[in-house]
């Protein structure tokens, strides 16, 4: 029997987010079709690996200025493997067609994630 989209949406989800699926003020349905839609179709298909979905999204929140979700999906990067020095790639290369500020912001954001996951790191047991 084939997963059914929500059951890839969700795997997916785990992938990148370690499992803590990120709380929102959606409502349901909306949450759903994320979860089905976004996730469990378009994030499984063939063509691209989750590692360059991954920059193709943060490339684009970055253009676009998106700070909520370039702390969701600057997470799920690192995540996924992806270094910092590559995402900082990825701003710089966006600054040149997005903006200089999107930019400014975006190097913030960053830094911000990557602390706070370093800080939730180091509080771990070992």
């Known amino acids: 029997m084939a997963e059914t989209p ?24 909306f949450a759903r079709m994320t979860v089905e839609h976004v996730f469990g179709n378009l994030w499984c298909r063939p063509g691209l690996t989750l590692e360059e979905r991954e920059l193709v999204t943060t490339s684009v929140l970055v253009a676009l200025g998106r700070e909520h979700e370039q702390r969701l999906h600057f997470r799920a990067a690192r995540n996924l493997g992806l ?21 400014v912001t975006a190097f913030g954001v960053l830094d911000e994630v990557w602390k706070a996951m370093d800080a939730e790191a180091a509080q771990k047991p070992r």
């Open 6 to 29: 929500m059951e890839r949406g969700a795997a997916i989800l785990q992938k990148l987010f370690a499992g803590a699926v990120p709380r929102s003020a959606l409502p349901a349905d």
């Open 83 to 103: 270094s910092r020095a590559k995402l900082e790639e990825v701003v710089m290369h966006v600054a040149h067609y997005a903006g200089w500020p999107a930019a």
